[in-house]
């Protein structure tokens, strides 16, 4: 795929020069443009690093897959099944580490806009995106400690639910409305925004989010009834 680089937007900026004089200087904000492709592949991926090497992240993976490749009220906020090239891009740079157990997904680093052409869609790209191996992805308390992580949303830590309700808030930071505008502000440094934003695409989302454990929690049962039988 060709990527072609177009001038997204000019800023005046002001940068003062040893508090004497200021010069004025035009920022450019780029974007890349993808160009359009005759048959497009938007599927599932797994030969994403997470997916391959945890199977935890694996399932939520796949979970998320499963509701946005879908239609229904929680897909099509997201722009439709076209929205999984997005995610998958979003997961190809996801990496686990271990820092405060209060954060469970963090993105940093310089941003890239994007848009392509070939499904319409404008979203960007964070350089670094970091999954917690001692938040609440994968745990339920706190280090060292039988003080129980917060919940995502109404969701307990470290369940399925929460899971894919994680990979949606960040997919949501990074995916543009009808309007230009993120679907979900920047929170990452206000945890009051960011229970917000999470409670946000529960509302949007949450039957899809709750049909998840609805099913495993019937796949369950059959198979304990097969047992005794």
Known sequence: MKIQKILFGLALLSVAVNTIGATSLLARV????????????????????????????????????AILSTTNRCSEFFGGPSTIEVFNQLIAKMRKDYFSSDIGIRMSGVTSNI??????????LFKQVTLNGNGAFYRSRYLNSIQSLPGIGTYRSDTREARVLMLLHELGH???????????????????????????IEKICGNEIDHLGRAERKTESAAKADKVK
């Open 30 to 65: 780029e974007t890349e443009v993808l160009a359009p492709e005759a048959n497009p592949i938007i599927e599932p991926s797994a030969n994403l690093p997470l997916v391959v090497k945890d199977d935890v992240f694996s399932s939520a993976y796949y979970d998320t897959v």
């Open 115 to 124: 848009f392509n052409a070939t499904t319409n869609r404008k979203y960007r």
């Open 174 to 200: 990074i995916v543009t409305a009808d309007d230009g505008k993120w679907l979900l502000p920047n929170d990452g440094n206000d945890e009051k925004l960011s229970r917000h934003n999470s409670m946000e």
